[in-house]
């Protein structure tokens, strides 16, 4: 299976809620968005997007987006490129359990790859204002 395929099949696990399937698809030392420190939203503590390691990092990750965040809409657009890495193209709408705002996001997931064909490095590109607006109280 190519990882194109492979990413395709992680995004219907998630929709389906099986995080137990894309558990087994990390790497046991992936890195979970991981930046170089200049990340605005994990600046301001947004948790479902804060830096995570391993696989219990990662399942640490979809217990934080299950705590905070109640999907109204998740569309997967277009899965570009194959190899090493995959970029993914989607459309969502949240609800902000927390804060009970909702917002529209348009985002790529950067997904790669290691020699054993397991997620090794995985990243959100989002529009971080919202997030923070989202998810900062009135």
């Given amino acids: 299976m190519s990882n194109n395929e492979?990413?395709?099949r992680i995004y219907d696990a998630f929709l389906r809620?099986?995080?137990p399937f894309i558990l087994d698809q990390v790497s046991e030392s992936v890195d979970w968005e991981t930046w170089d420190?200049?990340?605005t939203a994990q600046n301001a503590g947004i948790d479902y997007l804060l830096p995570r390691k391993g696989v219990a990092g990662t399942a640490d990750f979809f217990a934080s987006v299950a705590a905070?965040?109640?999907p109204l809409d998740f569309r997967v657009m277009a899965v570009i490129g194959d190899g090493d890495e995959v970029v993914v193209r989607v459309t969502t709408e949240w609800r902000v359990i927390p804060t009970?705002?909702?917002f529209?996001?348009?985002e790529l997931h950067w997904w790669a790859f290691d020699a054993a064909g397991k997620v090794d490095r995985f990243r959100h590109y989002v529009d971080t204002a919202k997030h923070i607006a989202a998810t900062t109280p009135d």
Avoid: F, W, Y
């Fill in 17 to 19: 809620g099986d995080i």
């Fill in 37 to 39: 420190g200049r990340n």
């Fill in 104 to 106: 529209v996001d348009e």
């Fill in 100 to 102: 009970g705002k909702t």
């Fill in 6 to 8: 492979l990413v395709t």
């Fill in 68 to 70: 905070n965040l109640e």
